[in-house]
């Protein structure tokens, strides 16, 4: 079934599922569990224990565990992606997915309310499934820009999904802390609000949101499992010889890798590499900082979503990419050479504020339109987030191990630098085949 494309209720029903998900990267992977997390695996009561902890028999950093576990979520979802996708290329209804995959992370959000230091190995369960979750929906979600929007509005409709995610997660955020700071009420119970949101506001896209019937079976579930894989191949095999798409995934592999790491680890390398003063006055102030700092991100982000939506329809959807990936270099070279204080990591987190959501967005977008003429949007997206994946994959362990080995965050910032140089300079091969388009 063909949707009217650029129909108001259509696009808003799917860009309400950012503001449903949006709460949890924001809060579980960037604002309050990590702070949350740090501070349960340092201390005993208001005691600080240090920053080694036991993990699967093995003596680690807290910050690198976190690193390493989320990796592991990653390459759960490259592993089963491709069979989800052709599951639902079978059954020709990827709505029910995407649904399954918010449920799962919801629920799983909820679950992280019992995270307990003396069980970390089960307490990272739910971390683990909700994070599946979480990137599980994005690819049914993200594979239905194409087929709702016409190829002039992608560039808006992806800004709009961005926007719409910064705004709505900060205002849960906001929230919470009023909740944690001001009524006293412990950090876990935010966990419980984040899944609330995520499970309630999606109903509005799963009840607006068109199904998508077009299952591609004939009669038969043989094969069903290996099927996902055969059209992940197929699509590999589509994109090589096509030299505009090829060139811009691989520059994205690299460019967003370092993107995604910096969400990971920012507030990890907060807490471990600025001077904020000692004792519990300063471990308050700390954590305050951190989630004004992360609100910045998120309020500006809005702002960029729409800003570098508007520079590509001047300059074209690559030169724009070209300009925040520059951004990101400045900000990884100013952030290990310069950034100690508070003051100045306020700096970064408007910088980074001001290009994460354009560059996610137009990223977004832009591979939508080099697509080729083709029904199976789900098979090609399913292929953009293995690629994504593998990267975030790569990006968060090499960072880890890194900072292991060298005994802090601050030199592994130095290698996403090197991830930022390599994507620029695979854009600049993409070429002008589409400039039209990109």
Request: net charge positive.
């Amino acid at each position: 079934m063909e949707l009217l494309k650029d129909d108001k209720k259509t696009i808003k029903a799917w860009t309400f599922y950012d503001w449903a998900n949006s709460v949890f990267p924001l809060v579980i992977t960037s604002a309050i569990f990590p702070n949350f997390y740090d501070y349960v695996t340092t201390h005993n009561g208001k005691i600080f224990i240090g920053k080694t902890v036991e993990f699967l028999g093995m003596q680690f950093e807290n910050q690198n565990i976190y690193s390493f576990v989320y990796a592991f979520a990653l390459s759960i979802v490259v592993l089963i992606t491709p069979i989800l996708s052709g599951v639902a290329d079978y059954l020709g209804n990827k709505k029910r997915f995407l649904q399954f995959f918010c449920y799962l992370g919801s629920l799983s959000c909820m679950c992280l309310f019992f995270f307990n230091r003396a069980h970390l190995e089960l307490s990272f369960i739910p971390f683990i499934t909700a994070t599946i979750g979480f990137w599980g929906s994005l690819v049914y979600y993200n594979s239905y820009l194409p087929e709702i929007a016409s190829e002039q509005n992608q560039d808006k409709v992806s800004a709009k999904g961005f926007a719409l995610g910064y705004f709505g997660s900060s205002l849960l955020l906001i929230v919470c802390l009023i909740l944690i700071m001001v009524a006293k009420v412990p950090a876990k119970y935010s966990f419980l609000l984040v899944g609330l949101w995520w499970i309630g506001f999606a109903q509005i896209t799963f009840k607006n949101l068109p199904n998508i019937l077009n299952a591609k079976n004939s009669g038969t579930k043989n094969g069903l499992i290996s099927k996902g894989f055969k059209e992940l191949l197929n699509v590999f095999k589509q994109v090589i010889k096509l030299k505009q798409l090829k060139r811009f995934l691989l520059s994205y592999f690299f460019y967003n890798m370092g993107v995604q790491t910096i969400m990971v680890v920012a507030v990890l390398f907060a807490r471990n590499e600025i001077d904020w003063g000692v004792g519990e006055a300063a471990e308050k102030a700390k954590t305050t900082s951190l989630i004004i700092s992360i609100l910045i991100i998120q309020f500006v982000g809005i702002a960029g979503s729409y800003l570098f939506s508007g520079i590509s329809s001047k300059i074209g959807n690559i030169k724009a990419l070209l300009i925040a990936i520059l951004i990101w270099i400045f900000i990884c070279t100013f952030t290990y050479a310069v950034v100690r204080t508070p003051f100045q990591f306020y700096i970064v987190a408007f910088l980074v504020g001001f290009v994460m959501g354009g560059i996610q967005a137009l990223s977004r977008s832009t591979y939508s339109k080099f697509l080729p003429k083709t029904n199976d949007h789900t098979s090609f997206f399913s292929f953009y987030d293995v690629i994504e994946k593998l990267g975030m994959i790569i990006g968060t362990v090499s960072f880890g191990i890194i900072s292991e080995i060298v005994g802090g965050m601050r030199p592994a910032v130095l290698s996403l630098i090197l991830f930022f140089v390599l994507g620029f300079v695979g854009l600049l091969f993409v070429g002008k085949q589409h400039a039209n388009k990109a």
